[in-house]
């Protein structure tokens, strides 16, 4: 299984695995992660799953156009890695991704 | 589910129940009129948390439904004779489809959309369905329609108003959906009342308009709005009034239970109204308020609401309701707009179609200060442009 390590805003870290098929977004819930809400649930319309993605851009397609728009629009800035974490679905098993979560989504 | 979530998230410890009426775990109801029908959606739909989640931050599960609440001594009782002890009692009963009085309805192959048992079983009709009916153009309706055209069913929408979206949308975006879904080839008979629902055999086979026109149909979907969930609260004693009354703080008529999403009628912060939503972002906003609420927020619950659907490939998003307005600002072209309703001289509701950018910025400006017409002729009516300048302001 793909795993996520979620960077929170203290400094703290939590690596979860995430199930195939699975967002970034989901995953972060299922397990009770703080930082990601994720309010439409994954359909790129609220802004509130964002996160920095700290490496493997290359793993994933570069955001669409309506995420590339939402992500002008997010509670914390937008950075270069900036994504919208219901559009990261890893999909390598053996995949290690590192999230950074910012500090506000709403 | 976002109420029990967010308790837990902010450290609440004490018990926690959660009292369902389905048999499945609590799942996303967006995507029942979207991808739930496309073929390959999973048939446990969407959970919003896995089943796991439930034992890790100790909430329960009791598979009910909630059938009445005793508020003297403090007690739900729950079907099967049992019954579970409350502190503080969150009704987030929902909506449930509103039943049209037409002769014929009650005859099988006339279906309505609310569970996923029944997106699962429209899902299940529609892939041997030749031609189905949709009764109400409304955004379920209407994107039922959507999904069925893309499976290759022959759709018609027969609805009472002269334009789609009616209760939801200005006349622009309407125009729009409804260019979007004939060009699709959905058939849209608009202004035409149904008569009744015709059959043989106990089985529907199509609707008789007002005008005697009969729309064959193998499938006749009902997709005339929503009533509250409100019958609990009723025989409970609570205020009731089209929904469940809340105050300003979402709490019902006994300060110990409170009302969230579908079912609550609550002061709009906007226009001061009082009004009740149908909407995936109401029922979070207020899940995770009462939380906060419970653990001892004493501000007043103020979101500005706000909506989307998917339409075909059109992507609709509403920030607040444009109920009422006196001046409409159309911007941007084509299939990629949005329009500004404005009343007395302030931005009231935005609506956007393909222009997400649009739909955030109205979102962020209505969430702070409601822009003047000033303001806005200012920037041209680029609510881009003014959200930056707000934004580098504050």
Redesign the interface.
Known sequence: MPTVTYVFDDGSKQTVELPVAMSVMRGA????L?GIVG?????????TCHVYLDRSTEMFAPPTD?ED??L??TAAPRAGNSRLSCQLVPTQPGAELVVRVPDKQV | METAAALRGHGYAGPLTIVGGEAHLPYERPPLSKGQLEDGADAAGTPLRPEQFFTDADVALLRGPAVEVDRLRQIVYVGGERWIGYDHLVLATGSRPRRLDLPGVALRGVTTLRTLDDALALRRQLATARRIVVLGAGFIGMEIASAAVKRGVEVTVLEVNERVLSRSVTTPVSTAVAAHHRAHGVQLCLGERAARVVGRDGRATGVLTEWGRLLPADLVVLGVGAVPEDDLARRAGLAVDGGVLVDRSLTTSDPLISAIGDCAVVGDPVTGARRRLESIQNATDQGRYVAARILGELRPYRAVPWFWSNQGSLKLQMVSLAREYDDLVVTGDGDRFSVLCLLNGRLAAVESVNDPGTHMAARRLLGRSVPTETELLAVGYDLRALARRTTAAA
């Open positions: 819930l299922a397990n009770q703080p309010e439409c649930g994954g359909s790129t319309t609220c802004g309506d728009e939402m002008e629009w």
